[in-house]
């Protein structure tokens, strides 16, 4: 199983950023994916989440700035980041999970003028 996280960088703030996770080894279609985060000498936190349904969840910090979306067909997933601020700085891990939890490597997010 492998979950490669593109897409990091560095951003102003206000600046957009898309995170993309492809996935391979797994039935993509069956596993709830979504995005986390970790902040340095914080916890990992959830970003937000799309359901095999489609449908999709978001920590309130991020609701209507980050959009989450997937494609079945390529086995996708990807984050739509807009008005970065900086406290989006963190590292963001892709994750999938069915019976069991797979994660990316991660890529780093750094929001800073």
């Known amino acids: 199983v492998q979950l490669q996280a593109s897409g990091g960088g560095l951003v102003q703030p206000g600046g957009s950023l898309r995170l993309s996770c492809a996935a391979s080894g797994i039935a993509f279609s069956i596993h709830n994916m979504g995005w986390y985060r970790q902040a340095p000498g914080e916890r990992r936190e959830l970003v937000a989440t799309?359901?095999?349904?489609?449908?999709?969840n978001y920590a309130d910090s991020v609701k209507g700035r980050f959009t989450i979306s997937r494609d079945n067909a390529k086995n996708t997933v990807d984050l739509q980041m807009n008005s970065l601020k900086p406290e989006d700085t963190a590292v963001y891990y892709c994750?999938?999970?069915?019976?069991?939890?797979?994660w990316g490597q991660g890529t780093l997010v750094t929001v800073s003028s």
């Open positions: 799309i359901f095999r349904s489609g449908i999709t």
């Open positions: 994750n999938a999970r069915f019976v069991q939890d797979y």
